[in-house]
């Protein structure tokens, strides 16, 4: 697994140095709060155990990860991943971003260009992924990025004591073809 390169963002693999950027931004309970599986408090030192267990998950072929890197600052400013299921050559689809970058298109770049690599170099047949109903910011990103919403799972999770509604998308591998011939046409016309 190499390194993705956007326009803004390189996306690069994990690495134990990374921990301590980790514990900074995924200590933010808004950062927690927005997904399923941050702890808080983010406990000092538990990065490194996290970042053990996805290396060896990668080994695994379990799952792709990255660190998303801003290129501006050279700072890791979240984590993106797809979490894979060989038998049925499809993923999920997992991102956080530091709080103090949300609203400025980075998880719209970031999962671009995990998308691609996703369809291209991993050559599943869908991608998809699972939002808090009332966490927009997320599910916008699907929507913009070409993910398709396939339904609402009812207080499906439970998260800090209260029971949440997941909203979950996706894209097949030959829609993500159709919609990038589409896009390549339009360029051309250009």
């Known amino acids: 697994m190499g390194k993705l390169d956007t326009e803004r ?13 980790i514990e900074e931004m ?25 970042i053990e ?3 060896s998950a990668e080994k695994n072929n379990k799952i792709v990860a990255f660190g998303i890197k801003e290129k ?6 979240g984590l993106i991943n797809i979490n894979l299921s060989e038998p049925f ?13 949300w609203g400025k298109g980075y998880g719209t770049e970031a999962t671009k260009a995990l998308l691609e690599y996703g369809f291209n170099q991993l050559h599943l047949n869908k ?19 070409g993910l398709k919403y396939e339904g ?13 509604d997941l909203a979950y998308y996706g894209l097949l591998k030959e829609e993500f073809f159709a919609e990038s011939q589409k896009d390549s046409i339009k360029q051309s016309i250009k």
């Open 53 to 55: 267990s996805v290396l």
């Open 127 to 145: 991608i998809f992924a699972a939002s808090f109903t009332s966490n927009p910011g997320s599910w916008r990103i699907m929507e913009s990025v």
């Open 72 to 77: 501006e600052s050279n700072l890791l400013i």
């Open 26 to 50: 995924a200590g933010d309970i808004e950062v927690a709060k927005s997904t399923l599986n941050i702890p808080h408090p983010y406990t000092e030192g538990s990065a490194v155990g996290f």
């Open 152 to 164: 609402t799972l009812k207080q499906h999770v439970a998260r800090f004591g209260q029971f949440y």
């Open 9 to 21: 963002l390189l996306l690069r693999p994990l690495t134990i140095d990374d921990s301590g950027r």
């Open 89 to 101: 050559s499809r993923g999920e689809l997992a991102y956080w971003i530091g709080r103090e970058y």
